[in-house]
């Protein structure tokens, strides 16, 4: 389970790993307490177990941003695929004075972006496919019709509302970070946030 | 003061809404990438930092082909402008036509140029102390002779002192020993001043010739000039009268 991006850690020296004969296991337990942002490092000087650990941090919160963002799964896969691979060309260049966090989702976005460029008009074409999206079989068992609704009534917020939503939602990135990340002021997002919120509070109350 | 107080009551709500809706949406995170794309997307995480280890590992012999590769290159440069220096000393005219041969063997040439510009009487007793190591280059010095004769290059800027003693000392029909040696070096005086006086003396002629097939009446002073030069040397009929 994603427990959330390690934002306010200070850049500091990368730990190196216990000395002495290394289990698996212990191995593993170091690589869970390292930060987002140290991992990242250890990824970039060629330690392919410190991705294996932020992949399994980032995966699901990178794929639902996706996935409630664009019609079908195999564009949503795309998308994703494509974000990952452009972190992963990408290694050297990350400083660890930005969150990783951060980092990662301006280059989400702006892949989204390039996608929506590429595939325009997006309109209400691509808001009503969203909204004709249904839940997997188990998560419907799993979260039945809150679950279904919930997802409806964001996919059919505006494009710029449901990715401010979804970023502050799925990331728990300050409103600042979100601003910094979409390149728009504090306020719009405050005001994107807040006619998103209000929507999906009426839609809900319904 | 009421509507500061309104914007707070608004930011309130507004963040209980954003939290509630947070914690609605908590419950919903259940929806992951399928399993083959995890897959995909570490696989080609994996190979691109073992891609770097390689190189890494390897880095050494960048460095080392790098420092190869500049080695040559120098080599080349220093090999090539050889030819050049030996015609900067003047020890070669600087004839396109001759640039083959400069270009054949051109550290063999600059040797044997340079060791007949500096042969001394004091260093003819040491080149013939060193006389097997001359008897190795025997071959050299033959190369070195026909090349000269091909390219029609003047005897006099060629033929060293040393070169003629050591093709003298090792005919067979010489045989060893200091008398000899001796003999040896005092026809090799002989031989190198006969062959650096003719083709100068010939060209010359030449010359004279040319002047006076091109009616230039400075032939006849020239030719006095020739003669007081070399008073022994045959003139052409065209020239006797």
Known sequence: MWEGPALLVPPTRIPHPPLGVLSRISYAAFMREMTDEQLMQQYAHGNAKAFDQLYARHRGALYRYFRRQVRDEATANDLYQGVWEKIIRARRKYRSSSPFTAWMFRIAHNHLVDHYRRTQPLTTTEMDSLADQRPEPVQHAVDGQQWQHLQENIAALPPEQRNTLLLKLETGLKMEEIANLTGVSRETVKSRLRYAVNKLKRSLVE | ?241
Do not use: C
């Open chain 2, 1 to 241: 003061m009421n509507s500061m107080q309104d914007n707070g009551a608004h930011d309130r709500s507004f963040k209980d809404d954003l939290e509630k809706l947070s914690q609605a949406y908590q419950q919903l995170k259940t929806e992951n990438p399928p399993e083959l794309l995890d897959q995909a997307v570490l696989n080609r995480a994996h190979r691109a930092v073992e891609a770097q280890a390689r190189w890494l590992d390897f880095g050494w012999i960048h460095g080392l082909t790098t420092a190869a590769v500049v080695v040559l290159a120098l080599s080349i440069i220093l090999t090539q402008s050889q030819p050049l220096r030996f015609e900067e000393n003047g020890m070669l005219p600087a004839d396109p036509a001759r640039k083959d041969v400069g270009r054949a063997k051109p550290a063999l040439i600059a040797a044997k140029a340079q060791a007949g510009a500096k042969a001394r009487p004091a260093a003819d007793r040491e080149e013939l102390d060193e006389l097997p190591a001359t008897k190795a280059a025997r071959s050299e010095h033959a190369l070195l002779e026909e090349d000269m004769v091909q390219a029609k290059v003047p005897a006099e800027v060629s033929v060293s002192k040393q070169a003629v003693v050591t093709l003298a000392v090792e005919s067979p029909e010489i045989g060893s020993g200091p008398a000899k040696i001796d003999a040896v070096k005092t026809d090799a005086d002989q031989i190198v001043a006969e062959r650096s006086q003719l083709p100068a003396a010939e060209a010359q002629l030449q010359a004279i010739l040319m002047l006076k097939h091109a009616g230039n009446d400075r032939w006849k002073a020239e030719l006095k000039l020739f003669i007081e030069s070399y008073p022994d040397y045959p003139l052409p009929d065209e020239l006797e009268n």
